[in-house]
């Protein structure tokens, strides 16, 4: 009867045990897919003036409820440290609610985007050593709604526009 017991015990033990081990495991993998983007180094200038950056998703699913924020920031000495002036630059699109998984065979390239920047973008941002452009995105998961935030800064104006457009697909390379 004693043994009969421990065969039990042990039985519940490990099966308590690989619940919890398989319960972790599946954690892991389901809750740690966050979205992977690439984001475009610099900002294209194509022939109509319009400055845009590209992203793409380089994720397996597609990533939802993406918010952009662009803010021109000018540092400034103040007493006692740095003080950070930020304009919000207002964009035509600052939610964009899908953007499809990356699949190399996909000929429409759906998994890139590019989004226009304000025409004044040259006029309002100084080109200076004080003055940067910075691009916030938010993102999530479709399938769980792990989310992920996303921080590019163009430090130098000068350095950060090109003229002409985006390559084709999963390249953020301005041609």
């Known amino acids: 009867?004693?043994?009969?017991?421990?065969?039990?015990?042990?039985?519940?033990?490990?099966?308590?045990?690989?619940?919890?081990?398989?319960?972790?495991?599946?954690?892991?993998?389901?809750?740690?897919?966050?979205?992977?983007?690439?984001?475009?180094n610099q900002i294209a200038k194509n022939l109509k003036n319009e400055y845009r950056i590209k992203i793409v998703n380089l994720s397996n699913f597609y990533v939802t409820n993406v918010f952009i924020q662009v803010h021109l920031v000018t540092v400034s000495n103040g007493d006692g440290g740095n003080i950070l002036n930020v304009?919000?630059?207002?964009?035509?699109?600052?939610?964009?609610?899908?953007?499809?998984?990356?699949?190399?065979?996909?000929?429409?390239?759906?998994?890139?985007?590019?989004?226009?920047?304000?025409?004044?973008?040259?006029?309002?941002?100084?080109?200076?050593?004080?003055?940067?452009?910075?691009?916030?995105?938010?993102c999530s998961n479709e399938h769980n709604n792990s989310s992920k935030l996303y921080e590019k800064i163009y430090y130098k104006k000068s350095n950060s526009i090109k003229n002409g457009e985006f390559e084709f697909g999963k390249s953020i390379n301005i041609r």
């Open 1 to 40: 009867m004693g043994s009969t017991f421990l065969d039990v015990l042990l039985s519940i033990i490990s099966g308590i045990i690989s619940g919890i081990i398989a319960s972790i495991l599946l954690n892991y993998y389901y809750w740690n897919k966050k979205p992977k983007l690439l984001i475009s």
């Open 87 to 138: 304009i919000n630059l207002d964009i035509p699109y600052k939610t964009i609610q899908i953007i499809a998984p990356y699949d190399d065979k996909d000929v429409n390239a759906s998994y890139a985007i590019r989004f226009v920047l304000p025409k004044n973008l040259e006029t309002l941002w100084e080109n200076d050593d004080h003055t940067y452009l910075k691009l916030v995105t938010y």
